[in-house]
T-cell receptor
Framework: NAGVTQTPKFQVLKTGQSMTLQCAQD?????MSWYRQDPGMGLRLIHY???????DQGEVPNGYNVSRSTTEDFPLRLLSAAPSQTSVYFC?????????????FGPGTRLTVL | LAKTTQPISMDSYEGQEVNITCSHN???????ITWYQQFPSQGPRFIIQ???TKVTNEVASLFIPADRKSSTLSLPRVSLSDTAVYYC??????????FGAGTTVTVRA
């Protein structure tokens, strides 16, 4: 199993540009989520999904959109990039999102917005 | 969702035991305690989870007193490769896990 994969690894955007961060998992997990991590800080939840066709907002959803058309994929869209969105983005998945389920994280995407 | 408090940083030397205590005074009856480890430039990874008393695996031990208002992650005989940030998570709020700032453990030779 590849686990959780994310592309790209690095990305530089200009203010106002849009882009999609890709996330895929091959563990047949129902629950997927996106976090952002700013320097020296913990992870903050952006959006999550408990299954295909179902998404919900996390702690910091503004400026981001998600969709879940398949169990495997959970892309994160930046609608109009801003310097405040410069961060490292992690995608995670778990069996069903229960607190006793192990969360598996991807390697991250380092995004810089100029 | 239980609020957790853990030290910002800890220093240690190779071969020593490292104990990180997490306070969670308002833990709910059905909450579990979970620890994750994050190496630089990587995503977090699960270390250990427990509900009460003691849990041990090949990586760490987790000690939980009877009142469950705190927990201690114990890393035996650390090496340089154990340098990482360690997060204590307690419970979840409708599928939302909360990662605080974590404890940065630095192991020196």
């Amino acid at each position: 199993n590849a686990g959780v994969t994310q592309t790209p690894k690095f990305q530089v955007l200009k203010t106002g540009q849009s882009m999609t961060l890709q996330c895929a998992q091959d563990m047949n997990h129902e629950y997927m989520s996106w976090y952002r991590q700013d320097p020296g800080m913990g992870l903050r939840l952006i959006h999550y999904s408990v299954g295909a066709g179902i998404t919900d907002q996390g702690e910091v959803p503004n400026g981001y959109n998600v969709s879940r058309s398949t169990t495997e994929d959970f892309p994160l869209r930046l609608l109009s990039a801003a310097p405040s969105q410069t961060s490292v983005y992690f995608c995670a998945s778990s069996l069903q999102g229960a607190e006793t389920d192990t969360q598996y994280f991807g390697p991250g995407t380092r995004l810089t917005v100029l | 969702l239980a609020k957790t408090t853990q030290p910002i940083s800890m220093d240690s030397y190779e071969g020593q035991e490292v104990n990180i205590t997490c306070s969670h005074n308002n833990i709910a009856t059905n909450d579990y305690i979970t620890w994750y480890q994050q190496f630089p430039s990587q995503g977090p990874r699960f270390i250990i989870q427990g509900y009460k008393t003691k849990v041990t695996n090949e990586v760490a031990s987790l000690f939980i007193p009877a009142d469950r208002k705190s927990s201690t992650l114990s890393l035996p005989r650390v090496s340089l490769s154990d340098t990482a940030v360690y997060y204590c998570l307690v419970g979840s709020n409708d599928y939302k896990l909360s990662f605080g700032a974590g404890t940065t453990v630095t192991v020196r030779a």
